[in-house]
């Protein structure tokens, strides 16, 4: 992870850190090998980063990593369906962040041939119900094929709600799932 990929986007401050927003901070709608690395992502709009590359039915990666950030307190202007991370395609890795104070999800994904590990989660889903901390955006076979949810930290979070772990991928599909603590 050596840092910003993007030669548009490096040294034009637009780095996330400590950034307020108004809907999203970033979202990236194609492209390839782009990283976002240390970045805090705070009182946004809706989502924090939404990433949507890659091309599933090539499966084609995009290489995008989203890795040691801090994402807080999504969705100040629209609660429903605000997340930390929506990862949307094929090869987007979310590794190593920190996300809390999120009212839906902390992850929700889509994407083939990708990895979510390491992350600290807590405090999410306080305004969602019937969904997960991480949550899968499909119910078909080949929504989440090759992707590796493993070593997650997820703490904190209401157990009341139904589905406050991990949820997705229907009866067909296996999302490996390693040593996850929901």
């Given at each position: 992870?050596?840092?910003?990929?993007?030669?548009?986007?490096?040294?034009?401050?637009?780095?996330?850190?400590?950034?307020?927003?108004?809907?999203?901070?970033?979202?990236?709608?194609?492209?390839?090998?782009?990283?976002?690395?240390?970045?805090?992502?705070?009182?946004?709009?809706?989502?924090?980063?939404?990433?949507?590359?890659?091309?599933?039915?090539?499966?084609?990666?995009?290489?995008?990593?989203?890795?040691?950030?801090?994402?807080?307190?999504?969705?100040r202007y629209e609660q429903?369906?605000?997340?930390?991370?929506?990862?949307?395609?094929c090869g987007i890795n979310?590794?190593?962040?920190?996300?809390?104070?999120?009212?839906?999800?902390?992850?929700?994904?889509?994407?083939?041939?990708?990895?979510?590990?390491?992350?600290?989660?807590?405090?999410?889903?306080?305004?969602?119900?019937?969904?997960?901390?991480?949550?899968?955006?499909?119910?078909?076979?080949?929504?989440?094929?090759?992707?590796?949810?493993?070593?997650n930290y997820i703490h904190?979070?209401?157990?009341?709600?139904?589905?406050?772990?991990?949820?997705?991928?229907?009866?067909?599909?296996?999302?490996?799932?390693?040593?996850?603590?929901?």
């Amino acid at each position: 992870y050596g840092g910003w990929s993007d030669p548009y986007l490096r040294g034009r401050g637009y780095g996330i850190y400590n950034y307020d927003c108004g809907k999203e901070v970033y979202q990236e709608a194609a492209g390839y090998n782009h990283n976002y690395i240390n970045n805090h992502v705070y009182n946004t709009g809706v989502n924090g980063i939404g990433i949507y590359a890659g091309d599933r039915i090539d499966l084609d990666p995009a290489n995008h990593n989203i890795y040691n950030c801090e994402i807080n307190n999504t969705g100040r202007y629209e609660q429903s369906f605000g997340v930390a991370v929506i990862a949307l395609g094929c090869g987007i890795n979310v590794i190593g962040n920190t996300l809390y104070n999120v009212p839906f999800n902390a992850i929700r994904f889509g994407n083939n041939d990708s990895v979510i590990e390491y992350n600290d989660i807590y405090n999410c889903m306080n305004e969602g119900n019937d969904m997960g901390v991480l949550y899968s955006t499909g119910w078909d076979a080949s929504n989440c094929a090759g992707l590796e949810i493993r070593y997650n930290y997820i703490h904190d979070v209401d157990p009341t709600l139904s589905d406050s772990g991990i949820v997705g991928g229907g009866d067909e599909i296996t999302i490996i799932c390693r040593g996850s603590d929901a």
